[in-house]
């Protein structure tokens, strides 16, 4: 542990402060305990445990009477909504993601989470001239269906990954009898390749490609993908994109600290 008995105040308070909450907002659903989150951020237990009452305080974080979990509190929703005007993901990311369709001549979108669900918040057309069904903005399914979904899901922690997979389990029948057994291979499959493949679930006859976008503090935000239609996606294909992929990915993660 680095620290026991130093008071919790000035700038180092700040700087620790600041560390719970993002690890807070890794495990945003699941919540953590306070043990947990002392040995994530190196600190001893009443270190932790001061900062935590302090926030909780400040309404920058809550802690779950039942679970006795913490997780974010109320007062951080309230600051996220008065920096969403200069933080539009969608319209800082446009440029990006036009480039990455004309790089790959098809159709790339961007996916948000939305509780167990993906949600397309921005697409733009390529120029091969056969694309795929353009999917509606603001379109919504569970996560591990399309492949944005999919890179979402994967790259969660496990016990909150399974937690969204028994959650969705009832509602994936209608991709193509997908089951819940199909969206924890393709996790792993994901995490193994190191990019979320998937075919002929969100759309029938449709490939797509996807790598999940973290901010630079490693915040999970959002993701990235590239749809085109089942032949054209071959093997080698995937491969030409998957580095057109990680470079946008990359290039949106950073764009909020510019």
Same mark, same amino acid.
């Given at each position: 542990m680095q620290d026991t008995s130093m008071t919790v105040d000035g700038a180092q308070g700040i700087t620790r402060a600041i560390q719970v909450l993002k690890l807070l907002a890794r495990e945003a659903d699941a919540g953590m305990r306070l043990v947990d989150l002392a040995d994530a951020a190196q600190l001893a237990r009443p270190t932790m445990h001061r900062l935590l009452k302090a926030l909780v305080a400040q309404g920058m974080a809550v802690q779950d009477p039942a679970t006795r979990r913490y997780r974010l509190g109320a007062l951080v929703f309230e600051l996220g909504l008065a920096a969403a005007h200069r933080f539009n993901l969608r319209d800082l990311s446009a440029e990006t993601l036009a480039g990455l369709a004309r790089a790959t001549g098809d159709t790339a979108f961007l996916f948000v989470r939305s509780g167990d669900d993906a949600v397309c918040i921005n697409r733009v057309q390529g120029t091969y001239p056969i694309q795929t069904p353009a999917l509606p903005l603001g379109s919504r399914? @569970?996560? *591990? #269906?399309?492949? *944005?979904g999919l890179a979402l899901l994967a790259d969660l922690p496990p016990a !909150?990954? !399974?937690? #969204?997979? !028994?959650?969705? +389990? @009832?509602?994936? *029948? +209608?991709? *193509?009898?997908?089951d819940a057994k199909d969206v924890r291979a393709y996790c792993a499959q994901a995490r193994k390749a190191g990019h979320a493949h998937i075919a002929n679930r969100a759309v029938p006859g449709i490939s797509a490609i996807g790598l999940p976008v973290r901010s630079e503090s490693g915040l999970l935000l959002a993701a990235v993908t590239v749809a085109a239609t089942h032949n054209r996606m071959t093997n080698a294909r995937v491969q030409e994109i998957v580095p057109l992929l990680r470079e946008a990915a990359k290039t949106i993660g950073a764009l909020l600290r510019q």
């Open positions: 399914q @569970p996560l *591990g #269906v399309s492949a *944005g !909150e990954q !399974e937690r #969204v997979i !028994e959650n969705i +389990a @009832p509602r994936l *029948g +209608a991709f *193509g009898d997908l």
